[in-house]
């Protein structure tokens, strides 16, 4: 099952410009195979031994996971986030939603997540608190999360760097 929460907010950028932002944190619940530590530093011998033959074709994980048949343990995830609307762009509540959400879940984009086994509580206000501090440190430095607008950035700095220095002259 999936539920997606979210946290939107503004902040003044490099020029002065105030921008929207959202925060996605999507809760993912699935099933794993419950490993006892026994099994965890078996299943990590074997696949760090290439040469490694289990016995009789098979392999540690397929037992592993036919003796867990009717044993699943259930995990959840949560993944972070987030979307900048550009100030060339109009703001829109439902885009914003939709990046914000597809970054959460693209490994090489989000910008967090947090991972339970069925043993542990992660409750709402937990992730609440979470997307508070992401939108916290987002407001702060967005150049931290966004390498377009980091480029941006420097972009609008040193184009303005030019602007304002003063020309030398000789004595």
């Not at 929207?20 to 965890?40: C, G, H, Q, R, W």
């Not at 430095?141 to 950035?153: G, I, L």
């Amino acid at each position: 099952m999936k539920r997606t929460k979210y946290l939107e907010g503004t902040f003044k950028d490099y020029a002065g410009v105030e921008r929207k932002y959202t925060i996605a944190a999507v809760t993912i619940d699935s099933e794993a195979v419950p490993l006892e530590p026994d099994n965890v530093f078996e299943m990590a011998r074997i696949l760090a031994d290439e040469s490694y033959q289990y016995k009789d074709d098979s392999c540690i994980l397929c037992d592993l996971e036919k003796a867990s048949r009717g044993h699943m343990e259930t995990c959840r995830a949560v993944y972070f986030g987030y979307s900048i609307c550009n100030p060339k762009d109009t703001y829109s509540q439902e885009m914003g939603k939709s990046i914000a959400e597809r970054r959460a879940l693209n490994p090489r984009s989000r910008i967090g997540e947090i991972g339970v086994s069925h043993n542990m509580l992660l409750s709402q206000q937990y992730i609440e608190m979470c997307m508070k501090r992401f939108g916290e440190t987002l407001e702060k430095d967005p150049a931290q999360y966004s390498p377009t607008y980091a480029s941006a950035e420097k972009k609008y700095r040193k184009k303005n760097m030019r602007i304002a220095a003063p020309v030398k002259t000789q004595e």
